[in-house]
C-alpha cells in the first residue's frame, strides 16, 4: 500500500489562477504534502503516546527524555486505587467479563482524575497511580489536595452509579479502595538497556500502595496519610496509627466523616 498526501487549491476569482500562480502552486506541491505529512505524523505521535502514557509523559518522550536514568522529582499530592478481588474475578471470569470489568473501572478512575487536572502515571495491574502536582511550601498544597479529594469522592460516585445498572443486569458489584498520600515522586526512565519503563517510584509512591490496603483492613472505601491530611482544611477522622510493610515508620491513617456511606471498599 503506498502512502501520499491528497488536497486541493481553490480561488475565490471567478476567472480562477493565473498562468504564473498555478506554477507556483504545482512548485508548492510537493514540499507542502512533505510538511502535512509531518505534521499529521507528530500529531499522531502525540496522540499514541499520551494515549499509552499519559499526556505529560508523553510530551517527555517525544522531546527525547528517553535516556536510561533520566528523570526528575515531582512534589504532589498522590492518588492510588486498587480495584478488590481482582484475583478472584479473573480465576473465575471469562477473558471478556473480566477485562470489561476491569474498564469499567478504570473508566471510573481514570475520568475522575482527568476531570480534576490530574495526571494517571501508571496501571499496576488493577490499581491506578495519578499524582496532582504542586510546588512544596506553597498554599498550592492545600488545592492539590483538594482536586485530589474531589476526584477520589467522584471516582466512587461514578462507581456507585456503575454498580446499580450491574446490579440491574445481574452483574457483581466493582469495588474499591482509594488512598491520598503527599510527598516526592521520582519520576523518570528505568529499566534495561534494551527495554525503558517511564514510570514513578520512591518512598512516597510505595507508602501510598501500602495505605490503600488499609482501606480493605478498615472497611473503609478512602483513606489518607497523616501527611496529606496536614493538606486538608476540613474536618477528618483519625482512623489510629498502624505499621505498612516496608515502611520504617507508623502513619496515623485518616478519613472523611462520611466514608463509611461512600461506596465501600
Request: with cysteine; hydrophobic share 45%; glycine share 10%.
Amino acid at each position: 500500500m503506498r502512502e501520499g498526501v491528497t488536497g486541493s487549491f481553490s480561488t475565490a476569482r471567478r476567472d480562477g489562477f493565473t498562468e504564473r500562480e498555478l506554477d507556483v502552486l504545482r512548485a508548492l506541491v510537493l514540499p507542502f504534502s512533505v510538511a502535512v505529512k509531518a505534521a499529521a505524523a507528530l500529531e499522531m505521535a502525540e496522540i499514541l503516546l499520551g494515549t499509552y502514557l499519559g499526556a505529560a509523559t508523553g510530551r517527555s518522550v517525544l522531546r527525547r527524555h528517553v535516556q536510561r536514568g533520566h528523570g526528575h522529582q515531582v512534589h504532589a499530592v498522590i492518588f492510588y486505587s486498587d480495584m478488590r478481588d481482582s484475583t478472584t474475578l479473573a480465576a473465575s471470569a471469562s477473558l471478556e467479563t473480566y477485562l470489561s470489568t476491569l474498564n469499567a473501572y478504570f473508566d471510573c478512575v481514570v475520568d475522575a482524575v482527568d476531570a480534576q487536572g490530574g495526571e494517571v502515571l501508571k496501571f499496576t495491574g488493577d490499581g491506578v497511580l495519578a499524582m496532582f502536582p504542586f510546588e512544596e511550601g506553597t498554599q498550592a498544597g492545600t488545592n492539590a489536595y483538594g482536586l485530589a479529594l474531589a476526584a477520589a469522592r467522584d471516582a466512587l460516585g461514578r462507581l456507585g452509579n456503575v454498580n446499580a445498572r450491574r446490579a440491574a443486569a445481574g452483574a457483581s458489584e466493582i469495588r474499591c479502595g482509594i488512598a491520598l498520600h503527599a510527598g516526592d515522586v521520582m519520576y523518570g526512565n528505568v529499566g534495561s538497556a534494551r527495554r525503558l519503563d517511564f514510570t514513578a517510584t520512591g518512598p512516597a509512591v510505595n507508602e501510598v500502595c501500602r495505605l490503600d490496603a488499609q482501606c480493605k483492613t478498615l472497611a473503609v472505601p478512602l483513606v489518607m496519610s497523616d501527611v496529606a491530611a496536614s493538606l486538608c482544611g476540613g474536618p477528618l477522622q483519625s482512623l489510629g496509627w498502624h505499621e505498612l510493610r516496608g515502611v520504617g515508620r507508623a502513619i496515623e491513617a485518616f478519613s472523611l466523616p462520611d466514608a463509611y456511606g461512600m461506596h465501600r471498599a
